[in-house]
């Protein structure tokens, strides 16, 4: 009996065995993929659940999400503490009154053809042309005790000019709390701007501006100030020896 039974326990014995290493290289039945492509992949293989048309949405679209940035005014208050350069962009630019830029205009005065004339009540400086014309720019002048009059000579001719400070001015600005530097090199930043023309022997002369929305207005200690274009455009109109009439 023992010996009939023999073959069937061997039989069982090895149905029971564990996985031996060949068996990792038996092929696996192929995964048999649903037609319904839109579904998620889990949901694509055969004998998968059954999913309900709700739940498959609700896995198929992605929620909303909130906004996470919400659009703020600028607040003013704020911008003092960004560096310059960033307080440039942020602030609104200041706007010149139009009459203050350049144009042409009847002239019927005594000077000559290629005089400069600067009106210092009206804050104009004319390039006298032909012809009973004028070209007219608005310009920055004097402040209160800072006022002169007079007739020089376009001594020199500069561009992006160097800028020292007259010690009068360094002390003048000292005493009121402000601190100039003895020296600042010509460019972008420079309060002489663009351009000069030296008058005469003075410490004065016709220059551009880092602070162009000052145009019209009593504001220098004596130069003539004008928007970076606008003295541009004059320096290449008026040769070394043009005389200059402040009035």
């Known amino acids: 009996m023992f010996k009939r039974l023999l ?4 039989a069982a014995m090895l149905a029971a065995a564990p996985a031996q290493a060949n068996d990792r290289y038996v092929e696996r039945p192929p995964v048999v993929v649903s037609p319904d492509l ?13 999913v309900s048309p709700a ?31 960033a307080r440039r962009a942020v602030a609104a630019p200041k706007q010149i009154n139009p009459i203050y830029l350049p144009q042409e205009v009847a002239y019927d005065g005594p000077e000559k053809p290629g005089t400069i004339v ?16 004028a070209r007219r720019y608005g310009v920055g002048t004097g402040k ?11 001594t020199e001719k ?45 410490e004065y002369r016709i220059h551009g501006t880092n602070q162009p929305w000052t145009i019209g207005g009593a504001v220098s200690s004596g130069c003539i100030r004008m928007r970076n ?9 008026v040769p070394v020896g043009t005389t200059v009439i402040v009035m």
């Open 229 to 237: 274009e606008d003295v541009v455009d004059l320096y290449e109109r």
């Open 144 to 154: 209160p005790g800072f006022e002169w009059a007079g007739t020089h000579k376009v």
């Open 158 to 202: 500069r561009e992006w000019p160097d800028w020292r400070p007259p010690a009068a001015m360094i002390k003048r600005e000292a005493a009121n709390g402000k601190y100039l530097p003895t020296f600042v090199a010509g460019g972008i930043d420079n309060p002489l701007g663009a351009r000069a023309l030296y008058l005469g022997t003075t």
């Open 38 to 50: 839109s579904a998620p992949w889990v949901l694509q293989l055969q004998g998968a659940p059954r």
């Open 55 to 85: 739940a498959r949405r609700a896995v198929q679209q992605p929620r909303q999400r909130k906004a996470l940035v919400r659009q703020v005014a600028p607040d003013p208050t704020r911008t003092a503490a960004l560096p310059r350069t």
């Open 118 to 133: 600067v009106d210092t009540r009206q804050n104009f400086l004319y390039l006298v042309q032909k012809n009973g014309k």
């Open 7 to 10: 073959p069937l326990i061997a």
